[in-house]
């Protein structure tokens, strides 16, 4: 059995979603379902997904349209309380260096900067900013595949691209514990709102028990535990949330 929580992961919060998890097993297991003692912190999460052991995931909602849509069971979303964005949703934010000249996202598309960006798979890394560019006309221009959220940030503060979109929420944990980092960089504008990390279990299992037990969990998750994590609530979205067109990639071949 697999349990996973990944997309969010970071050293800082590991003692935090480690006490989430206890608390969503423990009402797994009053529901008789079965569910492993931790978390797994070290399997890649596209394995994880894939596992037929599956408890819990969470899934970023581009991944689970191109590959993993009819291949598990949606149970809903976190809840990180972005302002201006509905409940269980998020967006992308655009960065430059804090003295580039560019005053909006649109000023850097027009002018070709080159575009770092974490994966072709990513919906805050690639998908949403591509389907930004598409509703403005304009299109991006891409550069260095980072591999990571926060290397796509280091390498607009590095030079070595002049602009990237991270998740806001990763963003807002790294204003909160690399501001060194962050310190360098500037936001210009941000995507368009679409359904945020999704927690899955296997295909063969019923959503209920596990929205019951986490929503329990919720409840019971001490305050300080709920603000390290970021977390305020937990939405179901409709399967229609997630009827988005795919982006093409950002490497054809």
Not at 41 to 64: E, K, S
Not at 123 to 142: C, D, I, M, T, V
Not at 145 to 172: C, E, F, N, Y
Not at 185 to 199: D, E, F, H, N, Y
């Amino acid at each position: 059995m697999i349990a996973s929580l990944p997309m969010y992961a970071r050293p800082e919060n590991r003692a935090a979603h480690s006490a989430l998890w206890a608390l969503i097993r423990d009402g797994l297991r009053a529901r008789a379902l079965p569910a492993p003692d931790t978390l797994d912190f070290d399997t890649p999460h596209m394995q994880g997904w894939a596992r037929p052991d599956l408890v819990l995931g969470q899934i970023c909602n581009l991944p689970y349209r191109a590959q993993f849509r009819g291949r598990v069971t949606l149970i809903g979303c976190f809840d990180y309380g972005l302002p201006g964005c509905p409940p269980g949703q998020y967006y992308s934010q655009f960065v430059v260096r804090r003295d580039d000249p560019a005053a909006t996202a649109t000023d850097c598309a027009k002018a070709g900067y080159v575009f770092a960006y974490n994966e072709g798979l990513s919906q805050s890394g690639w998908g949403a900013p591509q389907a930004w560019a598409a509703a403005q006309g304009l299109a991006l221009r891409p550069g260095p595949k980072t591999g990571a959220h926060l290397a796509s940030l280091q390498a607009v503060a590095d030079g070595r691209a002049d602009w990237a979109a991270t998740d806001a929420i990763t963003l807002r944990m790294a204003q909160r514990w690399q501001s060194g980092l962050t310190d360098q960089l500037r936001i210009v504008g941000q995507s368009a709102p679409s359904p945020g990390m999704t927690l899955i279990t296997r295909l063969d299992q019923p959503a209920e028990p596990y929205v019951a037990a986490i929503t329990e969990a919720l409840a019971q998750l001490p305050a300080e535990i709920a603000q390290i994590l970021g977390i305020c609530g937990f939405y179901r979205l409709p399967q229609s949330a997630y009827d988005i067109a795919l982006p093409t990639p950002p490497d054809p071949a």
